[in-house]
C-alpha cells in the first residue's frame, strides 16, 4: 500500500518522537528511583543511629539507671515508623522490648511492610533483617539496642504516592510530546510536499510536451531549492532541444529540398525535350546529386562521431605536428585568398585520437579560412599546464553574432541565414567538433564579435 508523503513523514516524527519520549521516560524513571531508593537506603541508616543516640539520651550517669519512660516512648515511635527495637543495658538486662510490649502491633507492622514491598515494589527482594548498635554514655558504654527493619530499604505510602505521581507526570510529558510532534510533523511534512508536489506536476507536464512550465518556489531548504533548480533547467534544456530538433527538420529539409528541386527541373525538362541534355546541364545535376551525398556523409560523421559506441584509438600526438599537416592540406585554399596563417606556443605532447583532433582542428581552421577575407590573418595558439592543453584558432574575419554564440555548435545551426554556399556547407563541422572535444574529457568555447573576428578554444585533459 502506498502512502502520501505527508502522512509518512507525520507518522515517521510521531514514532520517532514516542520512541524518543519512551527511552528517556524509562532512563528516567529508573535513574530516578534508583537514586530515591539509594536516598532512602542512607535516611535508613541515618534513622537507625538516630534512634540509638536518642536512647543512649535516656541514660544517666549519676544514677546508673534509665528513664524507662521515655524509652518506651522513642520505641513506639520507631515501631511506628517501621523500626522494631530491643534495648539492653550493659549486663545484659533488658530494658524495653516492643515484640513484649506490643506483639500485636509489632506483627501487622511487620506485615504490613512485607505485603507492602511485595506488591507495589517486588523488585528490592527484601526482607526483614536486624542490627545491633552499642549504645554510650560519656565514652562508656551503657548497653545495646537492636533494630529489626525491613532492608535494604523500604517505602511507606507517602513514598508510593510520590513515585506514582512521578510515573504520571512522565505518562503526562510523553502524551503532550506525542501530540506536539504529531502537529509538528504534520507542518512540516505540508512544508515540504507543497514543492514536492509541485515539482510531480511540472514533471507531468514536461514529459506532455509542455516545456514551458517553471517552478517558482523557494523553500529556504538547500535540497528542495537545488531539486527545482534542476527540474526548472531541464525544462529549459529540453525546450532548447525541442526547438533545435525543429529547426533540425527545417534545415534538413532544406538542404535537401534545393538541390533535389533543381536535379527534377532539369531532368524533367530534358525528358520533354524543353532542354537539350548538354554536358554542361548534366554536369549541374551532378554536382547537386554530390552536394546531396555531402549532406548525408556529414549527417554520417556525425552520427558516429556522437554514437556512445565511439571509440577512440588514443595516442602520443604531437598539436603542433597535428596543426602543420592540416594546414598543409589547407595549403591551396590559403594561398588563393592569400592569407596570413601562424602556428604559435610550445610543441605540446598529448594523449588522444590522432584522426579526430585532426578533424577538429580542420574544421576549426578551415571555418576560419571561409570567413576571413582575403588578406586577413589566422593564428594558431597551442600553449599547455600540468593538466590540460589548449589550442585556440583566431581569425580577423566577419565575427559571430552574440546572440548567435550559444547555439553554433548545435546540428545545422549555422549564423548565416542566407545559406550561401560560398560562405559555408551544412552547419555540421561545429557540432563534430563539440562531440570529439567532448569525447576526449575537453570543452569547446568561442569569443567572436562581428566584423572583428573569433576566437575558438579548444581545452583537452592531458
Known amino acids: 500500500m502506498k502512502h502520501r508523503l505527508r502522512t509518512k513523514f507525520s507518522l515517521t516524527i ?20 534508583k537514586q530515591f531508593t539509594n536516598y532512602l537506603g542512607i535516611q535508613q541508616e541515618k534513622r537507625i543511629l538516630e534512634i540509638a543516640d536518642n536512647l543512649s539520651q535516656q541514660y544517666n550517669s549519676t544514677t546508673k539507671t534509665w528513664d524507662s519512660d521515655f524509652v518506651h516512648t522513642i520505641g513506639m515511635y520507631a515501631l511506628n515508623d517501621g523500626y522494631i527495637i530491643s534495648v539492653t543495658d550493659a549486663a545484659g538486662q533488658v530494658i524495653w522490648d516492643a515484640e513484649t510490649c506490643d506483639m500485636t502491633m509489632c506483627n501487622q ?7 507492602s514491598m511485595a506488591m507495589q515494589h517486588p523488585q528490592s527482594q527484601g526482607e526483614f533483617t536486624s542490627k545491633s548498635i552499642s549504645l554510650t554514655k560519656d565514652n562508656d558504654v551503657t548497653g545495646t539496642v537492636n533494630v529489626k527493619y525491613y532492608g535494604p530499604y523500604f517505602l511507606n505510602e507517602d513514598d508510593f504516592q510520590f513515585l506514582k505521581s512521578l510515573n504520571l507526570i ?7 510530546s506525542l501530540i506536539f510532534s504529531i502537529v509538528l510533523g504534520t507542518i512540516l511534512a505540508r512544508r515540504l510536499s507543497k514543492p514536492i508536489l509541485k515539482t510531480v506536476d511540472a514533471t507531468k ?9 517553471r517552478i517558482e518556489e523557494n523553500t529556504n531548504t538547500t535540497e528542495l531549492d537545488e531539486l527545482i533548480d534542476a527540474i526548472n533547467h531541464l525544462a529549459d534544456s529540453l525546450g532548447k532541444q525541442e ?27 530534358m525528358i520533354e525535350g524543353v532542354w537539350e541534355p548538354t554536358e554542361q546541364r548534366l554536369q549541374s545535376c551532378y554536382d547537386e546529386i554530390l552536394r546531396i551525398g555531402k549532406i548525408i556523409q556529414d549527417l554520417e560523421n556525425l552520427a558516429r562521431v556522437e554514437s556512445e559506441n565511439l571509440k577512440l584509438d588514443k595516442k602520443q600526438l604531437n598539436l603542433t605536428e597535428v596543426a602543420e ?16 596563417v601562424s602556428i604559435e606556443g610550445t610543441r605540446s605532447d598529448f594523449i588522444g585520437d590522432p584522426d ?21 590573418q589566422i593564428q594558431i595558439l597551442i600553449t599547455e599546464s600540468d593538466q590540460v592543453v589548449e589550442i585556440r584558432v583566431k581569425d580577423n574575419g566577419l565575427g559571430i553574432p552574440e546572440d548567435e554564440q550559444p547555439y553554433i555548435f548545435e546540428r545545422f545551426y549555422r549564423a548565416d541565414k542566407s545559406r550561401n554556399r560560398l560562405t559555408g556547407g551544412t552547419g555540421i ?11 576526449h574529457g575537453g570543452t569547446v568555447a568561442v569569443e567572436s564579435r562581428p566584423n572583428e573576428g573569433s576566437c575558438f578554444t579548444v581545452i583537452l585533459p592531458k
Request: glycine share 6%; no cysteine.
Open 109 to 115: 507492622v511487620t506485615n504490613n511492610i512485607t505485603n
Open 170 to 176: 512522565l505518562i503526562g510529558i510523553a502524551f503532550i
Open 205 to 213: 507536464q514536461i514529459s506532455q510536451g509542455d516545456y514551458s512550465v
Open 325 to 340: 599537416k592540416v594546414l598543409g592540406n589547407l595549403e591551396a585554399e590559403i594561398s588563393r585568398k592569400k592569407l596570413m
Open 14 to 33: 510521531a514514532l520517532a518522537m514516542l520512541l524518543t519520549i519512551g527511552l528517556v521516560s524509562l532512563l528516567s524513571n529508573f535513574l530516578i528511583e
Open 243 to 269: 526547438a533545435l530538433r525543429k529547426q533540425l527538420t527545417a534545415d534538413v529539409a532544406h538542404e535537401l529540398r534545393t538541390p533535389l528541386t533543381s536535379v527534377g527541373t532539369h531532368i524533367e525538362a
Open 429 to 439: 563541422g561545429l557540432a563534430i567538433v563539440k562531440s570529439i572535444v567532448t569525447a
Open 356 to 376: 579526430r583532433i585532426s578533424q577538429v582542428l580542420m574544421n576549426l581552421i578551415s571555418n576560419a579560412i571561409k570567413y576571413t577575407p582575403d588578406g586577413g
